[in-house]
């Protein structure tokens, strides 16, 4: 049994992903501060980051609003605890709650549940245990029941069982709402709350629910890529690999809903969700379409008319490609099943992406690249294979630039590496968040710590100079 404090990483193939990271810090750093940064990187994937970030639907209500409303909901959760909500200076419409924990004092209770990995992930961040995410229960576990609550983070545990003595995490105590029995009946249909956090080990808001239509979670390095993009009112853009439709919904909402906003994803449930968000968000210039984005290129004259895909070439005045990826930057993770076959697999699947994009933006306009990972193959060797193949694109620099530069080891120059963005959450001293020293901390120095504790991204910017 392990605290959540004290896992590193636990993985399904440390031997062959962990290779990735290690050439790719090899490359910038050098062996021994490779392994230094290696170590730092993997502990601070495997917690949250320092805050939960929300982006304000602004264009519903004003950021003073909903802040307002925001700290009467977290005082409402967290009753005697004094959590502040910070609005972050470059990002006027996105606000900040600091976390608190790892919490080490609390007691674990004699009945246990146990919940798939992706489950306890979500926990860290503040979300309740839903049916679905239980995998295990103790004998006698009642409605009403005290409980503590583990993450099977190597995916041994059968469902259903009693008794779970495999490696698992304690990651907080909670409320039982229904028995075992009901749990795991034979129908399997229910899907609401089965634990209620009261005790998680990082204390965060629930947020399920809560003022839905004015804001919206979203890590913070992904509300920085719609204001980098910077759409205009009245342009045409295009959000290439757009599921959820976090991304999608900011860009209209900086677009003060004028314009179009062509969002596409090949997966239909994840298209309903798009629209979902859209509707709920009440944006009407999102136009939500199931396409596969390496075949959006129309190869002959579009029908009068015809308003989804395939597009004209040159016909979006800037493009948000925010690629499928391995998905090493996303925080919690404490455990990694990928193989080094499937980490490698997304850089020519990146590719066709990107070539089909460059086709679609009009000359003149705006092409921003983005990933949630932190390999060197899947961010700056693309951006220096991009700039290879297209004479006609030139990197620009970003606004607001409040991660880090790119990393050395693609062959891109250092002007080059400052004009790209990479959120590296080991560039930040692991720290622990009380209410005293929470209390004690200037706002400045909070800021600062949310815009470093974050989860790993990647952000490149061009500008399509001619059409050739």
């Known amino acids: 049994m392990y605290s959540v404090h004290t896992v590193i990483l636990l993985s399904g193939d440390l031997s062959s992903t962990s290779n990735v990271f290690r050439f790719d810090l090899n490359c910038a750093l050098g062996t021994l501060e490779a392994e230094r940064k290696y170590e730092s990187l993997l502990n601070c994937l495997s917690h949250p980051p320092a805050f939960t970030t929300v982006r304000v639907n602004t264009h519903l209500a004003s950021v003073k609003q909903v802040k307002n409303l925001l700290f009467e909901e977290i005082h409402k959760q967290f009753k005697d605890l004094s959590v502040p909500v910070l609005q972050h200076p470059e990002l006027q419409d996105v606000l900040l709650i600091p976390v608190i924990g790892p919490r080490k004092d609390l007691q674990k209770q004699s009945s246990e549940v146990i919940v798939g990995a992706q489950c306890g992930n979500s926990v860290l961040r503040g979300a309740h245990v839903f049916v679905p995410g239980i995998i295990s229960a103790s004998k006698f ?110 860009l209209a909402t900086l677009m003060h809903d004028q314009g179009e906003v062509i969002a596409m994803d090949k997966i239909a449930n994840k298209v309903k969700k798009i629209k979902q968000n859209a509707a709920l968000l009440q944006l009407n210039c999102v136009k939500a379409f199931c396409f596969d984005g390496t075949k959006v290129l129309a190869t002959g004259k579009k029908e009068d008319g015809q308003e989804g895909p395939p597009f004209s070439a040159e016909s979006f005045d800037r493009i948000l490609l925010d690629v499928p990826c391995s998905g090493m930057g996303q925080r919690p993770n404490m455990a990694y099943f990928w193989t080094l076959k499937e980490v490698m697999s997304y850089q020519p699947l990146q590719r066709k992406l990107f070539s089909t994009a460059v086709k679609l933006l009009k000359p003149g306009g705006t092409l921003v690249y983005s990933t949630c990972t932190i390999t060197l193959s899947e961010n700056e060797e693309q951006v220096a294979w991009a700039l290879e193949t297209f004479p006609c694109l030139q990197l620009q620099s970003q606004e607001p630039h409040i991660g880090g530069e790119g990393m050395m080891g693609a062959g891109l120059s250092l002007d080059q590496l400052k004009l790209l963005q990479r959120f590296d959450p080991s560039s930040v001293t692991s720290r622990e968040m009380d209410i005293n020293s929470l209390q004690d901390s200037r706002e400045d120095d909070l800021i600062l710590l949310a815009n470093k504790d974050c989860i790993g991204f990647f952000i490149a910017k061009f500008i399509k100079l001619n059409s050739k």
């Open 141 to 250: 576990m009642k409605a009403g029941d005290v409980v503590s609550v583990y993450s099977d983070i190597e995916g041994k545990c059968k469902r259903g069982a009693k008794v779970f003595l495999g490696t698992k995490v304690f990651i907080g105590n909670g409320i039982s709402e229904l028995s075992r029995s009901e749990i795991f009946s034979s129908s399997g249909s229910l899907k609401g709350i089965g634990i209620r956090m009261t005790d998680p080990v990082y204390l965060s808001p629930s947020l399920d629910n809560v003022l839905s239509s004015y804001l919206f979670l979203q890590n913070l390095p992904s509300a920085v890529v719609s204001h980098v993009l910077n759409p205009q009112p009245g342009e045409r853009i295009l959000d290439m690999c757009a599921a959820p439709g976090g991304k999608t919904t900011h």
